[in-house]
């Protein structure tokens, strides 16, 4: 077990890839409650914000299967889809405690002159390399070039706000 999350911490680091990871439906079942529970327990820790974040939560993951198993079949590479997968849950794992922490600031600090600006660059830059790691996965994936993993990971990034505005509108959300 030490050793599957020293692995997603370098594949978060952009120095192991999902070719490192066993292709196991066990593993990613694992490595998927995983990110639920460790995203579970870091917003549950923060005092809370208004927002179904619990709901948003569940339909990240269900998105996030739904997604990789589309796009890995279309561009016909099933085959990669578990340790696809188990690569991008074990990442986000690792970097979803930066990510929502730096969501929850964002939102506490944002009437805040003076706090606002540089923690709106913390957040920037856990975005950045959260698109980066997940963009490197692709590449090792797909064997595409590197801009066009970015353009999907952002593409995906935005059919996925698209999905929970749809299911959670109105400004809970």
């Known amino acids: 077990m030490k050793e599957l999350v020293r692995l997603f911490v370098q ?6 890839g999902p070719q490192d990871l066993p292709a196991s439906a ?16 870091v917003s549950a820790a923060l005092p809370p914000i208004q927002g179904p974040w619990f709901g948003h939560l569940v339909v990240d993951v269900l998105f996030t299967f739904a997604w990789y198993a589309l796009l890995l079949t279309i561009l016909r590479r099933p085959e990669r889809f578990v340790q696809t997968s188990t690569a991008v849950f074990g990442f986000q794992a690792v970097l979803s405690p930066l990510q929502i922490a730096s969501v929850w600031l964002i939102r506490q600090f944002a009437e805040d002159d003076a706090w606002r600006f540089p923690i709106v660059i913390i957040g920037l830059a856990v975005v950045v390399w959260m698109v980066a790691a997940n963009a490197r996965i692709l590449k090792a994936a797909l064997e595409w070039a590197m801009s066009a993993c970015v353009a999907l990971v952002i593409l995906q990034t935005i059919a996925g706000q698209a999905l929970l505005i749809y299911l959670y509108p109105g400004k809970g959300s």
């Open 26 to 41: 066990t593993v990613l079942a694992a490595t998927a409650a995983g990110y639920f529970l460790v995203s579970c327990l």
């Open 11 to 16: 594949i978060a680091l952009m120095r192991k």
